[in-house]
């Protein structure tokens, strides 16, 4: 879904700009659910949880509770410290701006823009890195409590994981994410093949 975001350098509106608040709400829904895990967790586990599990799902070392819940709260932090300090206003993201076409997305009219797609994409890809650091977390619990699931289960939501952000990765340098709105859909593009 595209919406116009304002006037262009061309004075046409930017139609090929996303809507820029969908990464934003799965990031805050993803946020959401992994601090109610976190809270949820550090009032329900036992003292001892598992640490890392073995490809037999045995436990090779134990932590406590805390421990368990500090690490959670301590990725879940840093992850939307990331995601909401780097796109922002505050500091000079034109160096951060690598995407293809970069001389049009660090141009000052253009960076606007610029910060709300990047914004964008950092919330998708910190809403899947939360959720399957939730994943994680949960199955931690579940096997603290004697339910843990099948190391299958962990394996396959990996490699979902790692296929979802390199596809989207992909998808901002070989498709028309960052194409500026003025270039035709045709035109020849820096990554693609000749």
């Known amino acids: ?21 969908a990464g934003q709400i799965a990031f ?15 009032f329900t586990l036992p003292d001892a949880v598992p640490g890392p599990l073995d490809f037999k799902d045995e436990v090779t070392r134990w932590w406590s509770r805390t421990a368990h819940v500090v690490l959670g709260a301590s990725v879940g932090a840093l ?33 606007p823009a610029a910060r709300r797609m990047l914004r964008d994409d950092l919330g998708w890809m910190g809403a899947v890195g939360l959720t399957f650091a939730g994943y994680t977390l949960w199955t931690a619990g579940a096997a603290a409590v004697g339910q843990a699931p099948p190391m299958w289960t962990f394996i396959t939501g990996l490699i979902m994981v790692v296929s979802v952000l390199l596809g989207y990765v992909g998808w901002m340098n070989f498709g028309p994410r960052w194409r500026p709105p003025a270039e035709p859909p045709d035109a020849d593009h820096p990554y693609r093949p000749r």
């Open 1 to 21: 879904m595209t919406v116009p975001e304002g006037p262009s350098a061309s004075g046409l509106p930017d139609v090929n700009v996303p809507a820029p608040r």
């Open 28 to 42: 805050w829904a993803a946020t959401a659910g992994y601090s109610v895990l976190i809270v949820w967790q550090a």
């Open 79 to 111: 992850t939307v410290v990331t995601c909401m300090i780097v796109p922002s206003d505050r500091i000079r993201t034109t160096a951060l701006l690598t995407r293809p076409q970069k001389a049009h997305w660090r141009r000052e009219e253009n960076l």
